[in-house]
């Protein structure tokens, strides 16, 4: 039997110095399709919601009021949830560089109110991370230059800070990557797009796995950047279910 050494517990996670995944047998060929709904069920044992109805920027737009109002223990009129999107959240001057400052820097935004009282509005809370709401989308339709529909998002206070995209198993991982960057190109900072919060791109094939950061840097701006995860020894993690 396999011994485990725990390198960091809490009451909400514990990461394991090593672990050992219980090989299944698969049946038949694995699709896209196939794939993706592996993925989004190991997502959610894993305590995220799967929301099947956010597929616009309309509903995504809605849920992240949704959230935004439960983590804040706030409601907004139809009126304020307007101007904090237009002052703050989706500003129409903001690029995806500004979003992540808002993400990693300016997460906390003191919005008055119509009655006039102020209160701090945060986009995450970092002190208590089991406070924050986390869900994962698929096939999600952004329109652009060209329209798109992206694989698997993950969503943390109904923000998209994650973006998966799959390929089949058998086909090149790097094909996932040039997918990615046609849609940064094409849709992905659309005005009015709340995919400009994406902090990180995930691509697979199934058995290769890697992950690079969403920046536009040109001499970052390449495969090469892309990094696998890794056990504590080291040992490369290339199966992405």
């Given at each position: 039997?396999?011994?485990?050494?725990?390198?960091?517990?809490s009451n909400h996670?514990?990461?394991?110095?090593?672990?050992?995944?219980?090989?299944?047998?698969?049946?038949?060929?694995?699709?896209?399709?196939?794939?993706?709904?592996?993925?989004?069920?190991?997502?959610?044992?894993?305590?995220?919601?799967?929301?099947?109805?956010?597929?616009?920027?309309?509903?995504?737009?809605?849920?992240?009021?949704?959230?935004?109002?439960?983590?804040?223990?706030?409601?907004?009129?139809?009126?304020?949830?307007?101007?904090?999107?237009?002052?703050?959240?989706?500003?129409?001057?903001?690029?995806?560089?500004?979003?992540?400052?808002?993400?990693?820097?300016?997460?906390?935004?003191?919005?008055?109110?119509?009655?006039?009282?102020?209160?701090?509005?945060?986009?995450?809370?970092?002190?208590?991370?089991?406070?924050?709401?986390?869900?994962?989308?698929?096939?999600?339709?952004?329109?652009?230059?060209?329209?798109?529909?992206?694989?698997?998002?993950?969503?943390?206070?109904?923000?998209?800070?994650?973006?998966?995209?799959?390929?089949?198993?058998?086909?090149?991982?790097?094909?996932?990557?040039?997918?990615?960057?046609?849609?940064?190109?094409?849709?992905?900072n659309y005005e009015?797009?709340?995919?400009?919060?994406?902090?990180?791109?995930?691509?697979?094939?199934?058995?290769?796995?890697?992950?690079?950061?969403?920046?536009?840097?040109?001499?970052?701006?390449?495969?090469?950047?892309?990094?696998?995860?890794?056990?504590?020894?080291?040992?490369?993690?290339k199966d992405i279910?």
């Open positions: 039997m396999s011994e485990y050494k725990p390198i960091v517990e996670y514990i990461v394991l110095d090593k672990y050992s995944k219980i090989a299944e047998q698969g049946v038949g060929y694995q699709t896209e399709a196939s794939l993706e709904r592996e993925l989004i069920q190991d997502l959610v044992n894993q305590g995220y919601e799967y929301v099947s109805n956010v597929t616009t920027p309309e509903q995504m737009l809605a849920n992240a009021r949704v959230q935004l109002q439960k983590l804040n223990d706030v409601q907004f009129s139809d009126a304020e949830w307007l101007r904090f999107c237009e002052q703050y959240l989706d500003k129409p001057s903001d690029n995806h560089i500004d979003k992540t400052r808002k993400i990693h820097d300016n997460h906390i935004y003191d919005f008055v109110f119509d009655d006039g009282h102020i209160q701090n509005i945060y986009l995450v809370d970092k002190n208590n991370i089991a406070g924050n709401k986390v869900q994962v989308i698929s096939q999600f339709e952004q329109k652009g230059t060209q329209a798109n529909r992206y694989d698997v998002t993950i969503l943390v206070n109904g923000l998209p800070l994650v973006q998966v995209e799959l390929k089949k198993r058998g086909v090149a991982i790097r094909e996932a990557f040039n997918q990615v960057h046609r849609y940064s190109k094409e849709s992905f009015n797009s709340l995919f400009k919060f994406v902090q990180i791109f995930v691509i697979s094939n199934g058995t290769d796995s890697r992950y690079f950061a969403n920046t536009t840097k040109r001499d970052k701006n390449s495969f090469d950047f892309t990094m696998n995860w890794a056990k504590a020894d080291n040992v490369l993690i279910t």
